[in-house]
C-alpha cells in the first residue's frame, strides 16, 4: 500500500506530521509519501525519507488532488491511501484495511475518521466538531446515491484510480466526491472500513472553523454544477431566518438548564450550515478565474 498524505502549512507542522506518521506500521512494498503542496519554494524534489516517511514539494497547484496525484505517481503498490494531514492515524492502520480482504469490484474503502475528542471546557468551535461528529465518514456516506468517502482516510484500489482519471486538480474542494462518483459511474464499488482509523484534529477557533465551512461550500456547488441533485442549495435568506429562531430558542433552553454543550450546538449549528451555504458564492477552481471578483482576495501571497 501508498499512503499519501498532502500538506500545506508551516515547516513546525510538517515535523510533526513526519513524527505521527513514524508510528505507522509498514510491511514489505508498503510506503508513505507527505507532498509538500505550500505555495512557494522549488520545482517538486525528494528532501529526506527518515523513518521511511517521504516528503516531497508539489508547488505548481496549490489543490489536493493535484498534491495527491503527485504523490501516488510515486509509488507502484495495488492500493492507495489517502489521509489527510490534520490526522493522526492509527499504527495498524493497513493491516486493519484488509481485514477482511476487499471484494474484487472494490475501488474504495472507507477507513474510520473519528473527531479528536475535547472537554467540555474547550473552545466552542473544537467541542461542537466533536460533540457532531462533523469529520466521520457518516456525514457523506449517509447521502445515499450520492454518498461518498472523505479521503479525510481512504484506500483506493490503484488500477480503478488510474482508470478513472486520477484526482481532479484544478479544484480545491469537493474531489473526493468528484472521484467517488467517476468511480461508481464505472462500476466500482465502496466498501467500509470502520476499524482503519484515524482522529481527525479539529478547528480549534471559530474563524478557523467558518473558513473550512465556507470552502466547503465552495466544493458543494460544484458538485452540484457537475453532478445535478448531488448538492443543492438550501436557500440562504429562509436559512439564515431558520437559524436566528433555532438558535434564539437553544440558547434560551440551555441557559435554563445551564447546558454548555446545548448552548455551543444553538450557536454553532446554525452557523455550520449558513457558512456552508455562504461559501457557495465562491470559485472553487484554482487558479481563481479572471474573471471573479473573488480572484485578488483568494490569490493574495500567503
Not at 473544537?126 to 461518498?148: C, F, K, N, P, V
Not at 431566518?241 to 450557536?267: F, I, N, Q, S, Y
Amino acid at each position: 500500500m501508498d499512503v499519501v498524505v498532502p500538506f500545506l502549512g508551516e515547516p513546525a507542522h510538517l515535523e510533526e506530521l513526519r513524527a505521527r506518521l513514524v508510528r505507522l506500521r509498514l510491511g514489505p512494498g508498503d510506503s508513505v509519501v507527505v507532498v509538500d503542496n505550500t505555495p512557494g519554494g522549488e520545482p517538486p524534489k525528494s528532501i529526506g525519507g527518515e523513518g521511511g516517511v517521504r516528503v516531497i514539494r508539489a508547488t505548481e497547484r496549490a489543490t489536493p488532488g493535484f498534491a495527491r496525484n503527485r504523490g501516488a505517481a510515486l509509488g507502484g503498490a495495488q492500493w492507495l491511501v489517502f489521509i489527510d494531514a490534520d490526522t493522526s492515524p492509527s499504527p495498524d492502520l493497513l493491516d486493519r484495511y484488509f481485514d477482511p480482504p476487499p471484494r474484487d469490484r472494490t475501488g474504495l474503502l472507507a477507513g474510520g475518521v473519528l473527531d479528536e475528542a475535547v472537554p467540555a471546557s474547550a473552545g466552542a468551535a473544537a467541542r461542537y466538531q466533536y460533540l457532531r461528529g462533523a469529520m466521520s465518514q457518516e456525514d457523506t456516506l449517509r447521502h445515499g446515491r450520492w454518498g461518498y468517502p472523505k479521503t479525510a482516510n481512504v484506500a483506493c484500489r490503484r488500477s480503478a484510480f488510474e482508470a478513472a482519471g486520477r484526482f481532479r486538480e484544478d479544484i480545491r474542494a469537493g474531489e473526493d466526491a468528484d472521484l467517488a462518483y467517476r468511480l461508481r459511474t464505472a462500476g466500482w464499488e465502496v466498501e467500509r472500513r470502520d476499524g482503519a482509523t484515524v482522529v481527525h484534529r479539529s478547528r480549534q477557533t471559530t474563524r478557523d472553523f467558518i473558513a473550512q465551512k465556507l470552502l466547503h461550500g465552495a466544493g458543494g456547488a460544484w458538485l452540484e454544477r457537475q453532478y445535478p441533485g448531488s448538492h443543492p442549495s438550501r436557500g440562504l435568506a429562509g436559512l439564515v431566518w431558520w437559524g436566528l429562531r433555532a438558535a434564539t430558542a437553544g440558547l434560551v433552553a440551555a441557559a435554563w438548564e445551564r447546558d454548555r454543550d446545548r448552548a455551543v450546538w444553538a450557536l454553532f449549528d446554525p452557523l455550520d450550515l449558513i457558512a456552508w451555504e455562504l461559501g457557495r458564492s465562491l470559485p472553487n477552481q484554482r487558479p481563481v478565474p479572471e474573471r471573479s471578483h473573488w480572484r485578488r482576495v483568494l490569490e493574495r501571497p500567503r
